[in-house]
DNA sequence: TCGCTTTTTTACCAATTGGTAAATTGACGA
DNA sequence: TCGTCAATTTACCAATTGGTAAAAAAGCGA
């Protein structure tokens, strides 16, 4: 039913069709736009004429290059599943294990700092209850994160780093970083104004290290 | 413990206005209801048509009770606020820090296994900027929040617990006990099927005693 | 029961919103 | 320079949505 030139499928990034220069502008400058929207309003809250505001094209023009809204909102969540795991990717079963966890904590909270609006259109999406985004969790997410669970449990059973359950370990490196971003609002009103992310990566460091010194 | 938690606090605009049988009941309703909507969708992905099917009422029968959408919703928020702050105000300063500070993080990991809706009601409102928020979060929140950061600073300063920016040990606390909820469609797509809430609970109380203790 | 108030329903709106059809303009290679 | 296809605009819709007016129904104290 699916035509394997368009669709093929919920797990779709790269141009199978190649792009005039035009079409590659206009389509990144309606991505970009929609980010920010989706991000910042959820994709019921976010409308056409606003993304078309913000990237600067009429309403229908967005419509040239993409299917619908619901169409940007698939694109820009398969993109960034990509960039979402990758940090969980590089995390080294040859490293030293205490390093290359403190590395990807670091990494995360990288990522919450310089792209918290991806962090925050993933949040809405999931605190939704990820319903453009189900079949993605469990084909591309899951598989990733049981294979680095398996990882830290073999760390811990070797006594390379404390006893821990691997899974609430990785849910609460997801949490802490990504909170600087998602609750950015509530971050701002608490914290002195200037940088948190400093700070951050200072306490992470420290509580992540003494939970898992052995 | 009829009153005893719960009546202090005369926050909520309850008073003068005395309220029919049926007043009390159908607010009640529409509340519940509106929660149900505006956890699951946010404030503008729900609708006055879903709450009012929610709620078994027809939907102007629901404007005759609240002044509109956004009334609802802050409504909602404003009862919120109070028992979102009830577990902190608990933290006595006269009790044993760690352990004080541990039954803080089951205060809230209970909360958010118990009231999931609260949670994502609350973090859908942040995650957009806190719009409707804003000042009971500036009147509120804060104050409460610099009370206890100084009380925490002076545990760590008399090295009853071991040093750490009292700022970030609470978003920690707050990030990764609204983990459960906030983002359970992830974690029920992780963690086998059947409660995760005893697991986080061990886990939860592991690393903050691993982080806190001298 | 009567008469008044509270509650609920019915019948609408005006604005917004995602989306479309068709005409118009622009890019660019031959 | 021209012809053609790509890109954009103009002018619309139909459905949804928050909200209202007014009539009908239900409560309820006397």
Known sequence: MKDAGKSGGPLRAQPAVKRSRIQTRNRKRILDAALEVFSAHGFRGATLDQIAAEAGLSKPNILYYFDGKEAIHVTLLNQLMETWLDPLEQMNPEGEPLEEIIAYVQRKLDMAQAYPRESRLFANE?????????????????????????????????????????????????????????????VNVLMPEGGVFPGAATYLETMFRRMLKV
């Open 126 to 186: 999931i605190l939704q209850g990820a319903p453009r985004m189900g079949p993605h969790l469990e084909k591309r997410l899951k598989p990733l994160v049981d294979q680095k669970a398996t990882l830290i449990a073999g760390w811990a059973a070797a006594g390379r780093i404390a006893p821990v359950d691997p899974r609430h370990l990785i849910f609460s490196i997801w949490a802490t970083t990504q909170h600087y971003a998602d609750f950015e609002a509530q």
